[in-house]
């Protein structure tokens, strides 16, 4: 059997543990590596590996050893794709990636079984925006949520001493539609001293009366307001196209800019907007150790899945009696959808966060703390 493993969206800190989990699984079949994303797929860029060919020290690193990349796959690139993987052999594609990837598949799948062609189709997730429907939770997000909750605290703690010539300071984190990442930030377990004030996530509409009045609170009660806010929250006050088709638009960040220079103007305080960006995703020396093994085991049932010649899915993972199962979702379920923080995980309070926290607590590795 013949099989194709490739990557679409951007890295994650685990993406190479799913890589080289799948590879592991697939030691009896004849593997070809996608190189480049869907760039790649459509132009051919498919070359032989096996887990050899990846070192394990890549698993312990960001980036991608696949490459990876973004693409508005047109109906037209399909048909070549498929005459790609149909000129090379292969039985069975294996994607690692978000809900852009998941649909990309399905939409592969669909159009091979329309003009009679035989193709199995699985999806690993993978993104740290954690916006997959279907799952408990996806690789990838552990780990950046384990770096926010190891250097947010800091900030605050950097923020605190510096609160006499800046009193207001605004974190931005990564969440393109999404506040998953900016919950994740509002961790205080280990010192709730250094907690955020509020947090904002594109769930909650934005309120600039009441966005000003807490900052506002913040400083009386607290001498400073720190705050976390998701690069997609309150996006008015940028022009970032935040629902760019496929994601194929870089995102710059700057809406804690934005903020702070609103609190500037209307409260008359210095305030600093903090964009932490792509090292979220890519720190591999922060990663979790419990997120890496997930990843890994993602990839190590995509290569079973497609062995047993299932299709049409992507693998699962979901929480059961404390414990992690891969149960695989059919991609139909979760193509080009996104999944957003549960109503009860709405609040700009981080106060009201606890159940949240319980949540998250299991994904972070060595009890939340920097392994």
Known sequence: MRLLIGQTGAPTSVVNASLRGFLEAAAEHDVLALRGGPDGLVEGRLTPVTAADVPVAATRHGGSWLGAGRRAVTEADLDTALDVLASNGV??????????TMALLHALASRAAATGRDLSVVGIPKTVDNDLVGIDHC????????????????????HAAMAGIEPVRIVETLGRSVGWLALAATWHRDDPAYAPHLVLIPELTFD??????????????????????????????????FEAVNHTRIILGGVSRALAGLVSTELGVAARGEV????????GALASDVDR????????????????????????????????????????EVAGRTRPVPPQWRSTNPADLGDFHDWLAPLLGQNGKAQ
Request: aromatic letters at 4%; zero cysteines; glycine letters at 12%.
């Open 276 to 283: 932490l960006g792509m090292v979220q995703r890519s720190s």
């Open 293 to 332: 093994a997930e990843a890994a085991e993602a990839g190590r049932h995509a290569a079973k899945l497609l062995a047993d010649n299932a299709t049409g899915l992507m693998v699962g993972l979901h929480r059961r009696a404390g414990e992690t199962v891969h149960d695989p979702v059919p991609l139909a």
């Open 139 to 158: 690789p990838g997000y552990g780990s950046a949520a384990r770096y926010l909750t190891t250097v947010v605290p800091d900030l605050a703690r950097d």
């Open 91 to 100: 039985d069975g594609v294996a994607l690692i990636g978000g809900n852009g």
């Open 208 to 241: 600039r009366a009441a966005f000003l009045t807490a900052v506002q609170d913040a400083l009386r009660a607290h001498g400073r307001a720190f705050v976390v806010v998701s690069e997609g929250a309150a996006s008015e006050m940028t022009d970032d196209p």
